[in-house]
């Protein structure tokens, strides 16, 4: 069973995973047949650890230019709700480019490691421009 606590470990270790791009890291975070939802419209999941690792190893952010923070917002027997943000910069980090905030649906396995994550993200809207 996940808790608020569990859940926001996994939170953690996935900033952590997606910030070093360790496959040993990436791995741990996933069941062996897990599945990974991009999004509602994204078509067919990921499905499996190994092809969860090569995708994002596949699909690397520059390093030093974006942040995360995840927190669990509900969590019932194994599955956890979280809701956070995601930051880009630019190169040098003078400048945001762009923010998301995230809602992620996880179910557990009883190990501990996720078997079903979805995500839904929604860009911040770019300020106006005054003209």
């Not at 360790?22 to 991009?38: H, K, R, T, V």
């Not at 995840?70 to 190169?91: F, L, Q």
């Amino acid at each position: 069973m996940a808790t608020r606590e569990s859940v926001s470990d996994w939170l953690n270790r996935y900033v952590d995973a997606w910030k070093s791009y360790d496959p040993q890291a990436i791995g741990d975070l996933f069941s062996e047949n897990a599945e990974y939802y991009y999004g509602p419209y994204h078509g067919e999941p990921l499905r499996g650890r190994d092809a969860i690792v090569v995708n994002w190893l596949d699909n690397k952010d520059t390093p030093g230019t974006y942040e995360a923070s995840y927190s669990p917002i509900a969590v019932e027997g194994d599955v956890g709700v979280s809701n956070g943000r995601s930051t880009y910069y630019n190169s040098d980090r003078s400048e945001m480019v762009t923010q998301y905030d995230n809602i992620f649906v996880m179910r557990f396995d009883k190990d501990g490691r996720c078997s079903e994550f979805r995500e839904w993200f929604m860009e911040k809207p770019k300020p106006k421009e005054k003209g």
